[in-house]
Every structure is written in C-alpha cells, then in structure tokens.
C-alpha cells in the first residue's frame, strides 16, 4: 500500500517513465502484432485438399533444412497408386507449378504471382475455383483460364512460358486465378512432382487420411493436413513476407533499445533526484533493504501501468503499420489484423521487465545513500564518475570500436546491422561516460559568451560541473536520438553513391537485357540473344547427403560442358569437394546426374558458386527462367520479345538499386521516425523533470533579484547547451561505424566510397530535439515559478 500510496504522491515525478514504458511497450506490442498476422495462411487453391504428401526436406550446407526434393515421375507413381487407396481417399493429384502469363495488347499482362500461375488441370480440383464456362483442357494447345481475364471461351490467346510465346485455345473459364494446361503439358513444363493432393470423401476424416498416408510415405517424406498446408506459399508471396518480417524485426530491435536505454536514464534521473527523500527515510530507520523494495515496487507498479496502456495503444496502431507496410508491398495478400495474447504478454513482460531492471541498477545506488544526506542537496552526490561507471564505460567503449572496424569486414548482408549493434553500443558508452565529457564540452559551447562576462554562462557552466550526472542523464537521449538519425540516413545516402557506382564498374561496356513485367527471361528472348551470359538458375541437391544449392546453367564456353561442374572455393569445401572428383547431382526432376568437378576456382558472384551446362539444367528444369543477359561491346542487343527491356551499364546498375531503395529508404525513414520520435518524447519529459526538481534553485535566484524573463532565459540556454552536448556525442558516435560501412563497400563495389552524410536528416533530429527540450524545460520553469516552494 506504501508503494500505491508513493506512485499516487509522486506521480509527477513517475508520469516520465510511465510514458516512456507506455510508448515503448505500444511499439512492440505493434510490432509483433503484425508479425502474428502476417503468418502463412493456407493457399486458397489448396483448400479443397484434406491432406497434402510432400518429399523429404534437404539440408543447406549449414545444415537448416530448406527445399523439399522432388520425386522423379518413376518414383512418384508407385507412391500416387498407394496413397489412391488409402481409405477416405476419392483422388490424388499431381501439384504441379511454372511460370505462365498471358500477352494481350502485345504486353504481357501484369501478374506478381506469374512464376508459379500455370498449373495441370488436375490441380483444379483442390481449390474452390470451378469452372464458369467450357470444358477441362484435354490437348497440349488448351488452356483453362481466369474469366477476369476477359477471353472467352473458344478464343486465341498468347500465353508466354519458359520457351517464349505459345498460342493456346481457350477451352474454359473459371472463377480464380491461374492458367490450367492439360496433365500432360504441365508434365513437359515440371516434370518432378513435389506435391500430391489427397481429395478426400464426402464425410471421410482429413486427419485419418493423413495418418494413412504417412505411413505410405514414411521417411521418405511428410503429410501436412489442416493449417500445416500453408508451408507451400507462392515465392512471391515468401518474398513479400520475409520483407515485412525484416522491417518489423528492425523496428522491434531498435524499439527494445530504445525503451531499455530511455527507461533506465530516466528511472537513475528520478531516483537521483529523491536523494534527500531517501535520506529522510534512512533517518527515521528504514533499512536499504527497505529503500530497494520501494523503489522496485514503485517501478514495477509504473511499468504495469505503462505496459497496460502501451497494449491498448498498440493494438489501435497495429492496423495504421498494416497499410503503411501495404503502402510498401510488403504484406502478403488478404493480410487481417488478429491479436493474440502472446505479443500483449511478451510486450508487457518487456516494460515491467525493463522498469525493475533498470530501478535496481537505480535502486543499489540509492539504499546506500546515508541518513545524514537528508540535510544535504539532492544533487549533492551528482557529480563526478565512480571507479565502476569508468570501467564499464571505457569496456563498452573499446567493444563499440571493435564493432565498428568488424562493418567494414562483415559481409554485404550483414553490413547494416553490424553498424547498427555498433553504434547502439556507442550509444551506451556515450551515455556510461557523459558525466565526464558534460563539463568539458558545455564549457567548450558557452566559452564565447562566457568570455563576454555574461552571468548566463557563468550559471550554466557552474550547473553542469556540479551535477555532471544529472546532465547526462538528461544528454543520453539526445545522443540516442542524433546517433540513430545520423547513422540510418548516412547509410542510406552512402549505399545510394556506392552500389550504383560498383555495379556500375562491374558490368562496364556491356549492354544488360532484363526482364519488364515478367518474373524472368524466356528461351526465346536467349535464342534473341545469342552472344553473351545468359544464367538460368536452378536448386539441386547435391552428393550423397543431398545438400541443396543454387546451380547456374552457363553458356560460357569456359564453362559450358558436358558432365562437369566449376565450383568456387568456399562451396567447393562446404560440400567435401576437390578438384577432378565426380558427385551426384539431384535435379529438380528427381533425376540423378553424375558430374565430374572440373575445375575449383576463386570465389566470383559474377561466375557463380556451382556452375554447369546450360543444356543440362534446360534438360532436368524446363520451367526454370534465365537471369538478365549481359550482352558484350561490339555485339547488339535485342528487346523485341515484349517482356524485356535495354539497358547500358549505369542505367542497369541504379534501375537494379532502385528496386530495393523505395523499400530502404522506407525503412530508414520508419526507424529514424521511431528513434527520433521516442528519444524526443524522452528528452521532454526528462528537461520537465529537471526542471521540476530545481524549483528551488529557481526560488533562490528569484528571491536575490532574477527575474522570471531572466530564469526562463537561463532554463532555456541551458536546455540548448545540453541538447547541443547530445547532439555533438551522437554524430560522433555514428561516424565510426559509417566509415566503417563505407569501407567496406569500397572493397565491395571495387570502387572508391566516401562517408555521406544527410544533412537534412541531421538537422531536423537536432532542430527537433532542441525545440521539444526547450518547450518542456521553460513550460513547467514558468509553472514552478508561478507556485510557491
């Protein structure tokens, strides 16, 4: 009751941290509520199926299971006949998949799902799509087709597959989306069968069907019934997913920084201002013991209140994300907002967790504080950096540094978020060692004025000496808030000059055709382009532990060769392989292939990690599209198959980035949003705080003369010097890593990459986080002064 009675009391002093745990909690409550909603749901078009049989899971050279291996059409016969007699069963069907996309108005038209929209009549039977018109395909020049596609049935249409435009009648319609060729045409275009379809009965029992069919599959494979048949989701449906989930991933990362980092410089801030109180306590015989239970049961009591609000909030922000995400492109289709109770426990576990966590880092300092400091200034115990705070500081400091130096190294992948852990890691140090760094560098900002003799400076100057520690609680979120601003836009800005410029350098003199509006390039825009590479990829499964990887089909005439395969280095010692061994290759058909290692070359992404015929991989994928061609100087492109698009070097090069920089720059423009944004609501309620602690100070100074324009003046500079201390520590902290990022880039792009900054980006932070301070600073200065101490 004693804890309530204190919250109740000390409100004002809590309403900081309460808001800082309510935000916190709001942005991860958001977050991982569109993460529960944007999981896979069961494709439509396999609804109609009770069961579905797929083959056995490969391993990658890591060992995470990833690709299910196709069974050949020999092997899958035999298991087809037994699972059509497993007892509920009425058919089975042969899932088959490849790109299919129809050519009107001599465009293709467009469809984001085109790579896996052709599909065998059979597989027809497992969606709800019926047909509104015609008959079933039944010859290799038939097709079924959307009827929102507006061809009617009896008509021509142009439908562009692997091996280019193909004329097709349309022998029916049906009300969903999807090309339906004969069984025997979708045989020729996927031979491999990965998936079988269990129709059940009228009345049979989905889960008795599978548990009949696992037994017929075994090892060999599993049966997904139910929700489990939403592990087969289309690749651009995977994509759009795996985006989202990377950018909500991102904002719950810097979010959980954030509130730990804000939460806990405001609880030392709160607590460090009770110096007195606690010493009162202390006199009339409260133990420490007693001191670190108040004050956890005080914070836990905030960050339960903060945590229950933060979840409402939340939850009404989940569906504003949603649309920004769609705005994006990054959602899977038909995405619902549904809340469960995890992400409200888990969210809320986070704000009370970090309110305790950090009032007993607050807490320990605190019991010790004796009862003779009950006559003493609050501030009085505020200056100076204890033999632990240097120690840890300057450790975190020199791992930062090492963070730093491992961007430049660390792989292209990986490159962002090893800037990010460094500099959040700065970002600590920053904040462990500002006590030391406050005095000198507010002096530094007012050394003009103070060389004018004015008594502003003098004050100002005097104040950040003597309560070092309270300055830099109130510095940490500036720094948070300049720092990530600075780092997310210069590496924006900075990928921005460099990949264009390398990729640019790489493809130098040559002429790139590439894919417009269609998933890849069909055989008849290769046979348009005889001269240059032109890479159709493919997954196989390779020796006889069936690790799969992507194998490239190369018409290089280095490479170019029956039976043999160029490896690069690192693949080749992933797998066990030297030079002049052969292995067996499983293709996408199920067959095996046995392929003699030619040649182990340096690793080059330009080349390829496993590299073979292209008439090898044309033979056992037929559905497999080929990457862009990269036509050489001297030889003349072609982009008269519609579809395709020309382009030189450097137009290939920034179409290429700006495939990706719409969504980047969304992101960085989202992170900085909320890093911003949180540290600036931090930074207000921390300069309201301060200055509802110093009323008396203010009650001093009025009482010998000031005057209330005068100590408005004074709260204000002040507010701005640290601001300006903050802002100075967070740009310094972000240079390392950035330098390191733009390093690494150069040796990446193989071409010569400064460090960029934004400078707009930097000023609004900076401009941003002044203007709240100061409004919040000289608004309850002017209250307090209004009120009698």
Not at 337 to 348: D, F, G, K, Q, R
Not at 759 to 786: E, F, P, R, W, Y
Request: proline content about 5%; aromatic content about 4%.
């Amino acid at each position: 009751m004693l804890i309530i009675a204190n919250v109740r009391e000390r409100w004002s002093s809590f309403l900081g941290a309460f808001l800082a745990v309510m935000v916190g909690v709001a942005l991860i409550t958001t977050t991982l509520v569109i993460y529960d909603s944007s999981r896979p749901t069961v494709q439509d078009r396999y609804t109609g199926a009770a069961a579905l049989a797929l083959p056995q899971q490969a391993l990658e050279t890591d060992g995470s299971p990833e690709d299910r291996m196709p069974w050949s059409g020999a092997e899958a016969a035999p298991i087809r006949a037994k699972l059509d007699a497993v007892p509920g069963v009425s058919s089975v069907v042969i899932d088959r998949s490849f790109y299919a996309q129809a050519i009107q108005g001599g465009k293709p038209v467009t469809d984001e799902g085109a790579a896996e929209a052709g599909h065998g009549w059979g597989s027809a039977q497992m969606a709800p799509h019926k047909l509104a018109s015609g008959r079933a395909p039944s010859a290799a020049n038939e097709v079924v087709v959307d009827r929102a596609l507006g061809v009617a049935a009896g008509s021509s249409l142009t439908v562009n597959i692997t091996q280019g435009r193909k004329p097709f009648t349309v022998v029916g319609t049906v009300d969903g989306p999807g090309y339906y060729f004969s069984e025997a045409f979708a045989a020729k275009q996927q031979p491999g069968v990965s998936t079988f379809g269990l129709i059940a009965d009228e009345g049979a029992s989905a889960s008795a069907i599978a548990a009949g069919a696992q037994q017929i599959i075994g090892d060999k494979g599993s049966v997904l019934t139910g929700e489990a048949r939403s592990e087969l989701q289309p690749q651009y449906v995977e994509h759009k997913r795996n985006l989202g989930v990377q950018l909500i991933g991102a904002m719950a990362a810097l979010g959980l920084f954030t509130t730990v980092f804000v939460v806990a410089s405001m609880l030392v801030l709160s607590t460090g201002m009770r110096r007195r109180e606690i010493g009162l306590l202390r006199t009339i015989g409260a133990a420490p013991g007693q001191i670190r239970r108040m004050i956890l049961g005080e914070a836990a009591v905030v960050g339960l209140l903060g945590s229950v609000v933060g979840c409402l909030a939340g939850i009404a922000a989940a569906p504003v994300l949603r649309d920004i995400l769609k705005g994006l492109d990054v959602t899977p289709p038909g995405m619902e907002i549904s809340v469960a109770s995890w992400p409200l426990l888990t969210a809320s576990a986070v704000g009370i967790g970090v309110s305790v966590i950090g009032a007993w880092a607050a807490g320990r300092k605190a019991a010790k504080v004796a009862p003779i400091e009950a006559l003493l200034d609050s501030r009085s115990a505020n200056s100076g950096m204890g033999r632990g705070r240097w120690i840890t500081g300057l450790s975190v400091l020199g791992l930062g540094a090492v963070l730093a130096i491992g961007t430049a190294t660390t792989g292209a992948d990986s490159r962002i978020s090893m800037a990010l852990f460094a500099t959040m890691t700065l970002i600590v140090a920053a904040a462990l060692l500002a006590p030391a760094l406050v005095g000198p560098i507010g002096r530094l900002l007012t050394a003009p004025f103070h060389k004018r003799g004015k008594t502003d400076s003098v004050l100002i100057r005097s104040e950040l000496t003597a309560n070092s520690r309270r300055a830099a609680s109130l510095v940490a979120p500036v720094v948070a808030a300049v720092g990530f601003a600075v780092l997310l836009s210069g590496a924006v800005e900075t990928m921005r000059v460099a990949y264009p410029a390398g990729e640019a350098l790489k493809v130098a003199g040559q002429t790139i055709v590439t894919s417009d509006t269609t998933p890849g390039i069909t055989d008849e825009v290769v046979a348009a382009n005889p001269v240059g590479k032109a890479s159709v990829p493919t997954r196989a499964f390779i020796g006889d532990k069936h690790t799969v990887l992507d194998v490239l089909g190369t018409r290089d005439p280095r490479w170019n060769k029956p039976c043999e395969a160029v490896l690069g280095r690192r693949t080749a010692t992933d797998l066990g392989l030297k030079e002049g061994q052969s292995t067996p290759v499983r293709f996408a058909d199920g067959t095996t292939v046995n392929l003699k290692i030619s040649k182990v070359l340096p690793d080059d992404p330009a080349r390829g990690d496993f590299v073979v015929a292209r008439d090898l991989v044309r033979a056992h994928d037929p559905a497999a599209l080929t990457d862009d061609i990269f036509v050489p100087a001297g030889h003349k492109a072609s982009a008269t198959v519609p579809g395709t698009a020309v382009h030189d070097a450097l137009q290939y090069a920034l179409a290429d980035y700006n495939t990706d920089a719409k969504l980047t720059d969304s992101l960085a423009s989202m992170l900085i949003v909320i890093a911003v944004g949180y540290s600036v609501i931090a930074v207000a309620n921390s300069m309201a705080m301060a200055a509802h602690g110093r009323r008396r100070d203010f009650a001093v100074m009025k009482s010998v003369g000031g005057t209330v324009r005068q100590l408005l003046k004074l709260a204000a500079g002040e507010t701005a010097v640290l601001v300006g201390v903050g802002a100075g520590l967070g740009i310094l902290v972000t240079l390392p890593p950035l330098a390191g990022m733009a390093s690494g880039l150069s040796q990446a792009t193989s071409s010569d990459v400064g460090l960029h900054l934004n400078n707009g980006a930097i000023t609004t932070a900076v401009v941003g986080t002044l203007v709240a301070a100061v409004l919040a600073g000289v608004m309850v200065t002017a209250k307090t002064l209004k009120k009698p101490v």
